[in-house]
């Protein structure tokens, strides 16, 4: 088994997800693997990157999709025993012009953007190493001021979110009642 440094990008393949493994392609000791729920434009990713002569790898994972990840970590695992980096970037954000309804566009963002990233973590964190590190990216949509609507609910949900002691299953909930 291998002992090469690994980093992991989730939705590496545009935005931010794409700088990031960019960024890390230039300066990381290691290989840089860039992942994206399409194969196609995961692999146009890797390509472009592939002209401006860095050499990131590419591999399917899809936050929505539980065995994609299993199968992602089961390769990782296998080849080189674990992970060093990893980038939780994958997300999906609605247009403000969309026109889904809003409980439509709740449960699939937080399907997502939250257990989405929920799943990928407890599945990839079994591999990763000693001394890794874990970045999880969002928008400034997360922040808690955000939270609006009629007082004193507002508040009290803000209050529930800012526990310091909110525990997993306290957050699952909360994102259950929000959908």
Do not use: W
């Not at 990216?137 to 002691?165: C, M, N, Q, V, W």
């Amino acid at each position: 088994m291998s002992i090469t440094k690994i980093a992991v990008v989730t939705g590496g393949n545009k935005g931010i997800g794409f700088a990031i493994v960019k960024g890390l392609c230039e300066k990381f000791d290691g290989i840089v693997y860039l992942t994206a729920r399409d194969e196609n434009r995961g692999k146009a990713a890797v390509s472009e990157l592939n002209k401006l002569g860095l050499k990131p790898a590419f591999h399917l994972l899809d936050v929505d999709n539980k065995e994609t990840i299993v199968v992602f970590k089961d390769y990782i695992a296998n080849k080189y025993g674990g992970i060093d980096i990893l980038v939780n970037n994958a997300a999906i954000a609605y247009k403000n012009d969309a026109t889904d309804p809003f409980g439509e566009q709740a449960e699939v963002t937080v399907r997502i953007n939250f257990t989405g990233l929920l799943n990928t973590c407890r599945i990839l964190f079994p591999i990763l190493r000693p001394g890794s590190r874990v970045v999880n990216l969002s928008s400034s949509a997360g922040h808690l001021y955000r939270i609006a609507g009629e007082e004193p609910h507002a508040t009290k949900l803000r209050e529930r979110f800012s526990k310091s002691d909110l525990t997993e299953d306290e957050l699952c909930q909360l994102m259950s009642e929000f959908v």
